[in-house]
Nanobody, 128 residues
Framework: QLQLVESGGGSVQPGGSLRLSCVASGLSLDNYVIGWFRQAPGQEREGIAC????????WYIDSVRGRFSISRDSAKNTVYLQMTNLKPEDTAVYYC?????????????????????WGQGTQVTVSS
């Protein structure tokens, strides 16, 4: 059974950077699509980035493209989300999740219904 644990969240000022880690155990991520999601207070969870370990495909939603970068260290069975130029609207609990299927809508959204392994989340707060 695949288990995921996120870390790396914290509080930063606008314009700052953080790197989130998602460490997997139990199974290798080699056959999975890894997604990063976030949920702000009072808002629905949204997918922000995903990466296929099989094809290498990567997708970002428009609001984070150019600021966030997803990467993987297969030796460590870990996926990262490097976040730069953080904005107050990036404040949320961030989750990583794994799926066996690539799923990006024609509108560029990353739905969460194909993801069945989730981490516990890590809080990111961007405030001056």
């Amino acid at each position: 059974q695949l288990q995921l644990v996120e870390s790396g969240g914290g509080s930063v000022q606008p314009g700052g950077s953080l790197r989130l880690s998602c460490v997997a155990s139990g199974l290798s991520l080699d056959n999975y699509v890894i997604g990063w999601f976030r949920q702000a207070p009072g808002q629905e969870r949204e997918g922000i980035a995903c990466m296929s370990s099989v094809s290498g495909n990567i997708w970002y939603i428009d609001s984070v493209r150019g600021r966030f970068s997803i990467s993987r260290d297969s030796a460590k069975n870990t996926v990262y989300l490097q976040m730069t130029n953080l904005k107050p609207e990036d404040t949320a609990v961030y989750y990583c999740a794994a799926s066996l299927y690539w799923s990006v809508t024609p509108g560029g959204e990353i739905p969460d219904d194909e993801y069945d392994s989730w981490g516990q989340g890590t809080q990111v707060t961007v405030s001056s």
